[in-house]
């Protein structure tokens, strides 16, 4: 039976799970619930998938080759809002403990119980979306412009109706723009969208984050993105779209 809370927008998961079986049992479980799931063995496939399609909740689990997955729930916890799900055989408090201070959502034991595991993701997903929707939706129609954030914000919609699906990084770095049609956003408050460590971050991945974009939209809508650089200042949404070339 599939959950009457996902409606037409269900989640978007991915299942980090290095062993087969289960990983298999997750993703069929969640896809036979309404889920839209994808399982992957590794942080590495992880980072991988999520340069070309952006997800609402990361299901982890700790005991992963390679990277943790504790090192992977604080990686995605300073550069997205992306919901997490810990999962471990170890259900010690101190675990617990550290993979909330991580940045996990919830923490669930195994063998984890397939319902409470996507009751979790629902809940997830839908304290995690409404904010974000409400704030991209009021970002377009103050653009005045046709240019539209929509899925959550997930998803830049051109005038014309073409629309391009977003990173993370990508993602804030609109929503602040889109919140203040026709105004700079800050630099400061653009990177504080993008890292808790904003001490660490180098200005200059603002101009590449930008650059990339421009070219991905350019490349798929052949439009141009109505966005310019304000100098000592930080970044505005164009509310004249014909203005940019």
């Not at 980072?47 to 997800?55: C, D, E």
């Not at 604080?74 to 055989?89: C, D, E, K, W």
């Not at 408050?189 to 590449?208: G, K, Y």
């Not at 164009?238 to 203005?243: I, L, T, Y």
Request: glycine residues 8%; without cysteine; charged residues 25%.
């Amino acid at each position: 039976m599939r959950d009457s809370s996902l409606h037409l927008s269900p989640p978007r998961v991915a299942v980090v799970e290095d062993e087969d079986e289960l990983r298999d049992l997750l993703v069929d479980d969640l896809k036979a619930k309404g889920f839209v799931v994808t399982g992957v063995p590794s942080a590495e496939s992880l980072y991988r998938h999520m340069s070309v399609q952006p997800l609402d909740v990361v299901v982890l689990d700790i005991g992963l080759p390679g990277e943790s997955g504790l090192g992977v729930a604080a990686h995605l916890r300073q550069l997205s809002s992306v919901g997490i799900i810990v999962l471990t055989a170890r259900g010690e408090a101190k675990t617990m403990a550290r993979a909330l201070a991580e940045g996990a959502d919830l923490f669930l034991s195994k063998p984890v119980d397939f319902d409470v595991l996507a009751a979790g993701i629902a809940n997830l997903h839908r304290r995690l979306r409404g904010p974000a929707t409400a704030d991209a939706n009021a970002g377009s129609r103050a653009s005045g412009q046709g240019w539209k954030l929509i899925e959550g914000g997930w998803t830049l919609q051109t005038p014309n109706g073409q629309t391009l699906a977003l990173q993370e990084a990508e993602r804030a770095f609109l929503q602040l723009l889109f919140a203040h049609p026709g105004k700079p956003v800050a630099r400061e408050t653009l990177i504080a969208a993008q890292t808790r460590q904003p001490q660490d971050f180098d200005p200059h991945r603002l101009e590449v984050l930008l650059h990339r974009l421009r070219t991905r939209l350019k490349t798929r809508t052949e439009l141009a993105l109505p966005v310019r650089a304000v100098r000592g200042s930080g970044y505005l949404m164009v509310v004249d779209a014909s203005a940019e070339s």
